[in-house]
């Protein structure tokens, strides 16, 4: 399985945030996918993950604001994160996260950078 | 902030030993397993332990895990010039209901 992440690489502060992750190698179903993130110089921080279509689970801390989907027909799920400030500039991860037993994240995308400025 | 706490570095010459702690709470080591991540300088995160002492296809031998009580702890044998990078712990938090990260600790081969 390979994750590849898509969407603009700049975003004005209080806009809305928007990325796509396409799935390939594999089908979307069944697995938890995530998206995790890292400011620069810092450490990872998890974003959330959709589950089975529909499901999803948010970090509390930015859960009035993140929003995962998927579309299951073209293999891909997707991030908007709302009302951006310079704090949300990160490489953001698309991830698999395997579960509900064990939770580990066992295939990652490369990454790709947003920043958020005026 | 995260909730796993990791010392900043760590280093070895090549050949020794290393050892990673990770410090959490019975809310997540505590009642749940721990994986490990190695991230090398402009690269994504590559999972290096699995379910406390697991090791995924082609991750050498020279690392490996363990897990007691609310703490883990990452080894490397052998230390290697190529295992020059940042070490992430990670375990789900049963009281935070999220996937939690280590501080991370950088690796020097000296």
């Known amino acids: 399985v390979q994750l590849q992440e898509s969407g603009p690489g700049l975003v004005k502060p209080s806009e809305t945030l928007s990325l796509t992750c396409s799935v390939s190698?594999?089908?979307?179903?069944?697995?938890?996918w995530s998206w995790i993130r890292q400011p620069p110089g810092k450490e990872l921080e998890w974003v959330g993950y959709?589950?089975?279509?529909?499901?999803?689970k948010y970090n509390p801390s930015l859960k009035s604001r993140v929003t995962i989907s998927e579309e299951t027909s073209k293999n891909q799920f997707s991030l908007k994160l709302n009302s951006v400030t310079g704090a949300d500039t990160a490489v953001y991860y698309c991830?698999?996260?395997?579960?509900?037993?064990?939770?580990?994240?066992?295939?990652w995308g490369r990454g790709t950078p947003v920043t958020v400025s005026s | 902030q995260s909730v796993l706490t990791q010392p900043p570095s760590a280093s070895g010459t090549p050949g020794q030993r290393v050892t990673i702690s990770c410090s959490g709470s019975?809310?997540?080591?505590?009642?749940?397993?721990v994986s490990w991540y190695q991230q090398l300088p402009g690269t994504a995160p590559k999972l290096l332990i699995y379910t406390n002492i697991y090791r995924p296809s082609g991750v050498p031998d020279r690392f490996s895990g363990s897990r007691s009580g609310t703490s883990a702890s990452l080894a490397i044998s052998g230390l290697q010039s190529e295992d020059e990078a940042e070490f992430y712990c990670a375990a789900w938090d049963d009281s935070l209901n999220g996937f939690v990260f280590g501080t991370g600790t950088k690796v020097t081969v000296l």
């Open positions: 991830a698999r996260l395997r579960g509900p037993y064990h939770y580990y994240v066992d295939v």
């Open positions: 190698g594999g089908s979307i179903s069944s697995y938890y």
């Open positions: 959709i589950f089975d279509s529909g499901s999803t």
């Open positions: 019975s809310s997540n080591i505590g009642r749940n397993s």
